[in-house]
Nanobody, 126 residues
Framework: QVQLVESGGGSVQAGGSLQLSCVAS????????MGWFRQAPGKEREGVGV???????RYADSVKGRFTISKDNAKNVLYLQMSSLKPEDTAMYYC????????????????????WGQGTQVTVSS
């Protein structure tokens, strides 16, 4: 069974940085999209940044230039480097992956993702 486990969340002051990690276990697909979503209290879950198996990435406008996705294929770990954090970035962050082959460009829609982690909380104080 595919398992996604996030880590790296925490509390930080505005302007600070955090790096989230997502370890993917027993993920059998060679073509896929993996990425990060977030959900703040009372809001819909939204796509933050995603990566296609071809290496291409896509980001939400709200995080462009501040967040960067990367992947260590040898370790099956997906990262989200977050810089210049703002209070509005406060949310539960989830790692997600598609079930195999995915369209291009990589999707930021949560409905296109099948596997989900449990989430890691990020809190940014002003």
């Amino acid at each position: 069974q595919v398992q996604l486990v996030e880590s790296g969340g925490g509390s930080v002051q505005a302007g600070g940085s955090l790096q989230l990690s997502c370890v993917a276990s027993r993920y059998p697909y060679s073509r896929y999209c993996m990425g990060w979503f977030r959900q703040a209290p009372g809001k819909e879950r939204e796509g933050v940044g995603v990566m296609h198996s071809d290496g291409s990435t896509r980001y939400a406008d709200s995080v462009k230039g501040r967040f960067t996705i990367s992947k260590d294929n040898a370790k099956n770990v997906l990262y989200l480097q977050m810089s210049s954090l703002k209070p509005e970035d406060t949310a539960m962050y989830y790692c997600a992956a598609t079930m195999g082959a995915s369209g291009w460009p990589p999707s930021l829609r949560k409905r296109d993702y099948y596997y989900w982690g449990q989430g890691t909380q990020v809190t940014v104080s002003s």
